[in-house]
Nanobody, 115 residues
């Protein structure tokens, strides 16, 4: 079964760091991306990284978040630093197959930033 699974969410205080992990199963995805959805808001793209490509970041997270991939583990990571309350959301991993053959979503992991 092709799937992606997130882990690593949690509750932290402003200014702290957190790393999310996305593990892919039974496919190597051309692009792996992180999205988030805050209560009452639309899902938004946070960061993405293609095989051998340059990362993309939303303006709101540039300089604070870093996306990376580990080919040996078929995983992607989102390292988040200097977290702000506005980063509170459910974070989703998305794996995109090459040639627009479709994509796969994880179940989401909650990140809460609060003092």
């Amino acid at each position: 079964q092709v799937k992606v699974e997130e882990s690593g969410g949690g509750s932290v205080q402003p200014g702290e760091s957190l790393t999310l992990t996305c593990k892919a199963y039974n496919r190597i995805f051309a692009i792996m991306a992180w999205y988030r959805q805050a209560p009452g808001k639309q899902r938004e793209l946070v960061a993405s990284l293609s095989n051998g490509g340059r990362p993309y970041y939303a303006d709101s997270v540039k300089g604070r978040f870093t996306i990376s991939r580990d080919g040996a583990k078929n995983a992607a990571y989102l390292h988040m630093t200097n977290l702000e309350p506005e980063d509170t959301a459910v974070y989703y991993c998305n794996g995109q197959l090459s040639n627009s053959r479709g994509d796969f979503w994880g179940q989401g992991t909650q990140v809460t930033v609060s003092s």
